[in-house]
């Protein structure tokens, strides 16, 4: 762990409670991964988390190089046998309790690492299920989801509902009812050889996997589309997927009641989670 600079052990690792990422959600994150000790797309997680900090009128105390080097500093110190997964939180700081930034003069910025977890075997093997959360993904004009804001309130009661129905992942609609994304994923579905998704004008996190996947996509000559999809769209749909840093690309074979195609991962998903794990080498940083 990295807080400010100083690396701690797991256990020693501690912020203040008057850090207002603590006493209101106040700040942004990234999740990126490793492969060995080298990040995967880390330009792009650099571009989100200084978006993500822009509208928060927050930025980050280092430059691009300098975060790279604290990140490789960390996960040397954390020597994991494997990958790492690396969280990146960036406070308001500490400061009195009151909404004035002008009370905290210095953000926080704190790197945890530990060791990656891929999904379970089964899931990739076997595609997983969704529940269809009750939760409304946030409106964009309330805390935007293009946000990744430490406010995961919406994210957890999301997930709270596929522990209960033991679902992997809960996919939410939005406020027009159009489905949007999932709690940590976004979710891909293929029509007719198409790969569609939902457009970033319904109020999602634009997943850095996301646009890796349609660049690969791109390079399969698979034809892709941000595309308004409804509930009513999974009866047709022939394959889903869902993906994330730390996911990559996983297949859905059931959302809420409805089965997706014949109920098992399909070739479009299956070419590009092989394209996927190929192009990896050449985006480490
Ligand atoms: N989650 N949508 C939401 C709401 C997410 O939280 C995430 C990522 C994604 C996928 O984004 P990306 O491909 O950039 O990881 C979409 C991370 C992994 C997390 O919160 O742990």
Not at 94 to 118: F, Q, R
Request: hydrophobic residues 45%; charged residues 20%; negative net charge.
């Amino acid at each position: 762990m990295n807080i400010d600079g100083t690396l701690y052990g797991r256990d020693d690792a501690r912020v203040s409670v008057f850090d207002h990422g603590f006493l209101f959600g106040e700040g942004v994150y990234e999740v990126l991964r490793t492969y060995g000790q080298r990040p995967f797309l880390f330009a792009e997680h650099m571009r989100r988390l200084r978006a993500s900090a822009d509208r928060l009128a927050l930025s980050c105390p280092l430059s691009d190089e300098d975060l790279l080097a604290r990140i490789r500093d960390t996960v040397a110190a954390a020597a994991l046998p494997g990958d790492a997964y690396v969280r990146i939180l960036l406070t308001r700081g500490v400061g009195e309790i009151v909404y004035d930034p002008a009370a905290c003069p210095t953000p926080t910025l704190v790197v945890i690492v530990k060791p990656h977890v891929d999904p379970p075997v089964e899931a990739v093997r076997g595609g997983v299920r969704l529940a269809l959360a009750s939760v409304v993904r946030n409106h964009p004009g309330s805390v935007d989801p293009a946000i990744k804001s430490n406010n995961l309130l919406n994210n957890a009661l999301a997930m709270q509902q596929a522990y209960r129905e033991g679902a992997f992942e809960a996919l939410m609609k939005n406020h027009r009812g159009e489905l949007c994304e999932c709690a940590q994923s976004n979710i891909f579905v293929v029509r007719d050889g198409v790969l569609l998704t939902p457009p970033t004008s319904a109020g999602l996190l634009v997943g850095v996997t996301r646009g890796f996947v349609l660049e690969c996509a791109a390079d399969l000559g698979v034809p892709a589309e941000e595309c308004v999809l409804h509930e009513t769209d999974l009866a047709s749909a022939q394959e889903s997927f869902l993906t994330s840093t730390t996911r990559e690309i996983v297949p859905v074979v059931r959302i809420g009641a409805q089965t997706i195609g014949d109920g098992a991962p399909g070739p479009v998903t299956r070419r590009l989670m092989t394209a996927f794990a190929a192009a990896v080498p050449s985006r480490l940083s």
